[in-house]
């Protein structure tokens, strides 16, 4: 009797360890735009994701991963993605919050975050306030200061003296104005005027016209990748603003490799700043543009792909050192600090800010083969967000 209690005892303990070590599956609830306006980012990003994962297998720390995605079209009306978040964690009671196309997105489920306590893992929306809204986030694509700042410098030392900027009226417009006025001011450049544009069905028009007529040295424009870009491009060559000598410079966001074939021909020369470029030279980024482009040979590799890639990277080897634990508060101690060799070259999560230190590369639209490419010709490396207090 003794030794038949003791043997069920050793067999329920097996059980237990075994029970134990089938750990849960690990839950990433993705929220992303995957139709309408910009259903470009949620694609881009989702394939980067999805790379990484075929790249390293969908068991981390012993869980297997599964991602359920949830369409917060358009991306920019915080009351979709929030109601979104909301249900992935309720209903699907998923581990950690990711994606976050647009600001708005990101703004919205970041109480979401804090209520629930779940990491949020920002793979584009880039507004610098962002991380600040809940200390769960931890970001891993760019601010708008932090890649403003390098092409304002290079403007000054440039011959351009006079500039008018141009933004989308809302976060990261705001914050790519706010940061190019500070920065090309105080290395003696003057704004000769400033407009923002609404988000929604822009007419450049009206304001090239003005900005013809103010004649700067050069427009500074920041618009979010996609259709607002493509319609200032146009805009510019029909009312002539290069025949009148006016240069534009502008973030990458402009002449991402989503949208630069569609822009074409008029995009050869811009100058812009980006933390990446398809024609980035590395091994690390020919090993992943190869690996892209095989498994999605219909698309370009662009920034937001890069931002998806390195997040779930970032998911990864964060969860590794807590041995599987996604914990909030766990999970952003482990993974402040963190370092990689990316795509976009090295890169770290700044402990203090939880946003991303990388190089800014000043580039130049040149066509390379018959292709558009952002051409790297300079660059500033280690950049922290210089939009943070
Ligand atoms: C944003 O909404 O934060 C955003 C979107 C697209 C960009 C950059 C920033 O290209």
Redesign the pocket.
Known sequence: MRNLNKSIVVAALGLATAWAAQAADLKIGLVLPMTGP?AA?GKQIQNGIKLYLAQNGDTIAGRKVQIILKDDAP??AGDVSKRLAQELVIQDNVDILAGF??????FAVAPIANEAKKPMVVM????SA?TTKSNYIVRT??T?PQITAPVATWAAKNKIKKVFTVVAD???GHDAEGQFKKTFSAAGGEIVGEVRVPVKNPDFAPYLQKVKDTKPDAVFL?????EMGIAFMKGFQERGLAQAGIKLIA?G?LT?EDVIDSIGEPAIGVINSFHYAQAHKSAENQAFTAAYIKAYPNDRPN??AVGGYDGMRLIAETLKKTGGNADAEKFVEAAKGLKWMSPRGPVSIDPVTRDIIQNVYIRRVEKVGNQLQNVEFDQVNDVRDPGKP
């Open positions: 910009f980012y991306g920019t196309g647009l600001t708005p997105s990101a584009n929306a880039a507004t962002v694509s760019m708008l809302y976060g990261p920041f618009v979010p990748a996609g973030t966001d991402d920034f937001m």
